[in-house]
């Protein structure tokens, strides 16, 4: 005699209609066992400035366009931090980074918020 009455040897069944969900999860390595997780992906590598690029200047808080200490700080998508105004005056001339020259468009310009502390 069989003291357990359940005959799945499963302790946790997955319902039949939700079968899909947990074979999805399964497969993109999302299911609850840490040991069958995907690692994650490396992340990608930095932009590097062109060598017809603008340079970067040392002083990390001076825009590489003006010179000056950044004002209203953006960048587009490079990483590299320039003033907003100068940034779009020269992606509307150029239509790429000043440092990289990866084509740009004025939509990919992102205001940047950076603490006054």
Do not use: M
């Amino acid at each position: 005699p069989n003291p357990n009455p359940n005959p799945n040897p499963n302790p946790n069944p997955k319902p039949k209609a939700l079968e899909f969900l947990y074979r999805e999860r399964e497969e993109l390595g999302l299911d609850n066992d840490d040991t069958k997780r995907k690692p994650a992906p490396p992340p990608p590598l930095p932009a590097r400035p062109a060598a017809s690029g603008t340079g970067v200047p040392s002083d990390q808080r001076r825009c590489a366009l003006c010179g000056n200490v950044r004002v209203l700080p953006a960048t587009c998508g490079s990483g590299f931090l320039f003033c907003y105004r100068c940034l779009l005056e020269f992606v509307r001339e150029n239509h790429c980074c000043p440092v990289t020259k990866i084509p740009v468009t004025e939509d990919s310009i992102i205001r940047i918020y950076e603490s006054t502390e």
